[in-house]
């Protein structure tokens, strides 16, 4: 679908973000500020947007039918992998939870966060949606979670 650069052997200028840097953040507190990436993964999401801008895809028609359509289009939400993921320490999970556009009126914060502790079966995690200034993806609900691997 799009060109991908592969990693090279090359040192971060950039620290990894920490667990402890990431407790700061929740629900109710999001990051005013942009999560750094790794620099390939960075590359790669800039490719993925230019390559839908260059063929006239609306990212949010994108995401909605990658992860809602056709056998998905009547799941709630896709608790998925971030793809491009922030430059987080290796223990350190990624994933997004995508709220289907068609029910997001359903979900509050509240039946969010009883969903992912049902999903991640009560271990701990730290999760947030991005404010607008920080979102590509502006018009699907949709949550970074942060966790440890076991």
């Excluded at 090279?8 to 200028?13: A, F, G, I, L």
């Excluded at 999560?35 to 949010?60: G, H, Q, T």
């Excluded at 028609?61 to 896709?78: P, Q, S, V």
Aim: aromatic share 16%; glycine share 0%; with cysteine.
């Amino acid at each position: 679908m799009f060109f991908c650069y592969k990693k090279k052997h090359t040192q971060e200028s950039t620290p990894k973000i920490t667990w402890n840097f990431l407790k700061q953040f929740h629900i109710m507190n999001p990051p005013s500020i942009t999560l750094n990436r790794e620099s390939i993964v960075d590359r790669n999401y800039k490719l993925l947007k230019l390559y839908l801008k260059n063929n006239n895809i609306n990212i949010n028609n994108f995401i909605t039918n990658k992860f809602f359509g056709y056998k998905n289009k009547f799941k709630e939400y896709r608790f998925i992998k971030n793809e491009f993921p922030y430059y987080v320490e290796n223990h350190i999970n990624h994933h997004i939870l995508w709220i289907n556009p068609n029910i997001a009126n359903i979900f509050d914060n509240s039946k969010i966060i009883d969903l992912v502790n049902k999903i991640l079966n009560n271990k701990e995690y730290i999760i947030f949606k991005n404010q607008n200034n920080n979102l590509s993806v502006s018009q699907i609900i949709h949550y970074h979670i942060f966790f440890k691997n076991e």
